[in-house]
Nanobody, 131 residues
Framework: QNQLVESEGGLVQAGGSLRLSCGAS????????MGWFRQAPGKGRQAVAS????????YYADGLKGRFTITHDSAKNTMYLQMMNLLPEDSGTYYC????????????????????????WGQGTQVTVSS
């Protein structure tokens, strides 16, 4: 059974950094799509970043590239999200997600933000950025 498990989030001051990890078990995500979403209180879940694991192509929500970096370690079957210069508005529950079946880069570029493109989800981890 595919399982995605996020690392523990935490409380960090504005301007600080935090790295989240997403470990996968039950499936080796080679040539797959993986991503991070977040949900602020009272708001819908929004895509943060995505990566095509073997290809290395990355995608970011507007305004996050440069502060957030998504990577994948194939040897560890683990995805990471390095977050820097955190802002209070970065607070929320962060979810990792994955889709193991590769279709094409263009297909993913067009739809990586859609929750429906992913078929495996982690349980979520809380990130709180204090001002």
């Amino acid at each position: 059974q595919n399982q995605l498990v996020e690392s523990e989030g935490g409380l960090v001051q504005a301007g600080g950094s935090l790295r989240l990890s997403c470990g996968a078990s039950g499936y080796t995500y080679t040539n797959s799509y993986m991503g991070w979403f977040r949900q602020a209180p009272g708001k819908g879940r929004q895509a943060v970043a995505s990566i095509i694991t073997d290809d290395g192509s990355t995608y970011y929500a507007d305004g996050l590239k440069g502060r957030f970096t998504i990577t994948h370690d194939s040897a560890k079957n683990t995805m990471y999200l390095q977050m820097m210069n955190l802002l209070p508005e970065d607070s929320g529950t962060y979810y990792c997600a994955a889709r193991p079946t590769y279709i094409s880069r263009s297909w993913w570029a067009e739809g990586w933000r859609r929750e429906s493109r992913y078929n495996a989800w982690g349980q979520g981890t809380q990130v709180t950025v204090s001002s």
